[in-house]
Structure formats: C-alpha cells, structure tokens
C-alpha cells in the first residue's frame, strides 16, 4: 500500500534536502509526496490552519527535517512561537473529523547532528531542545515499553516520533515510514503532546 508523506522544512537551509527527498520517493512505487512549496507569509492564521489541514488529510506521515535552522522553532517579539513547522507538526498530530493524526519522524541532517544527540562509547543521547517532534519522544507509556531496560529506550518503538540520521532515512525510508504508520495505528500507547505551553498559554 502506498504511504502518503508531508515533509516539513526549513526553506533557508533544508529545501535541497527537500528536494533530495522529493527525487528519492519519485522512484518509489509505494511512497507518495504530498509536500508543497506554497509561499504562506502573507496568509492568516485561519487561512494557513485550513491550507494544512486540507493538505495533510490524505497523507499518513509527516517526515520533518531538522536542520540547523529547523532545530529550535521561530518566537514573535512578545516570545511566542509562530514557527510554520511548529504549525505543520501541531496539525499533523490533531485527530480531525474524518481524518487521523499523522506519524511522525524527524529526520537530523549531518549539520545539525551534534545539535540534537550526544554520541557516548555506549550509547546515544538525544539532546533536549524545544521543538515538538522532541516533546514527542520518550512518550511511551510504561506498560508499553518495549525496551525494558530502565531508562533506555527503544528507537525505534518507545518514541512517538523517532528520530533518525539523514544516512539512515535515506538509506531505507520505507522501513522508517512503515514504523511511523504502525505507531499511528496505536497512538493511544503514547503521551501524545500536541502543543507546547509558551508564556502560560498554549500556542
């Protein structure tokens, strides 16, 4: 069955990733690219929250590109996010009428790897920054977990949103984008954080 993905970017640093994906699931029979590249600076909120949600109600998974300037999302003057990432990543993970919330992966690229984890001599740690594919990791619920290791987690199953290294999505996305659909299917697993509290209020 084909998966419908949405892919979500930094336009200043990530758009060749972008398009180095684009070009990649082209010669996928069972990947379907729903990106855009619509230029949304000069739309309302009202209008981009419809734009989205039309766009994201055929896909499955959303696939977000953290690049350097991806990492940490956008504030208005006053503090509060107003990032389009931040938007795509909030209305992938609503449940809607007639439409489910999406899987999601993070995909780091080689730029921005020392920025999200900590490679050890015995494992990985991923770092923590405030963007909210991060706030959906480590969000197994404990009778779930799949990893019974205190402490230590499953990669690819006890997060939400798993993240993965450029190398590795590109190397066989199929089995990344299969994970995220399967975790869908079961989301009442996880604590789902669908938006990030900002200034005691939540954007």
């Not at 990432?85 to 993070?106: K, T």
């Not at 920054?129 to 619920?141: P, V």
């Not at 019974?148 to 939400?160: A, G, K, Q």
Request: net charge neutral; glycine share 2%.
């Amino acid at each position: 069955m084909a998966r419908k993905v949405f892919i979500s970017f930094r336009f200043s640093d990530g758009h060749l990733y972008k398009e180095e994906l684009v070009k990649k699931f082209n010669n996928y029979d069972d990947v379907i690219n729903c990106s855009e590249n619509v230029d949304r600076s000069n739309m309302s909120e009202d209008t981009i929250k419809k734009y989205l949600y039309k766009k994201l109600s055929n896909t499955s998974v959303t696939i977000v590109l953290l690049t350097p300037q991806a990492i940490y999302h956008k504030k208005d003057y006053f503090g509060n996010i107003d990032d389009w990432i931040y938007d795509e990543i909030r209305y992938s993970l609503e449940d809607r009428e007639n439409n489910r919330c999406n899987g999601l992966i993070a995909v780091y690229t080689p730029e921005a790897e020392k920025m999200v984890i900590e490679k050890g001599q015995e494992s990985t740690t991923i770092k923590n920054f405030e963007n909210l594919a991060r706030e959906n990791m480590f969000n197994i619920k404990d009778k779930f977990k799949h990893c019974p290791t205190p402490n230590r987690y499953n990669s690819d199953l006890d997060h939400y949103c798993s993240l993965v290294s450029w190398k590795d999505f590109v190397s066989n996305p199929n089995y990344y984008i299969e994970k995220a659909v399967y975790k869908r299917d079961n989301k009442e697993q996880y604590n789902m954080t669908i938006r990030i509290q900002n200034n005691n209020r939540y954007w």
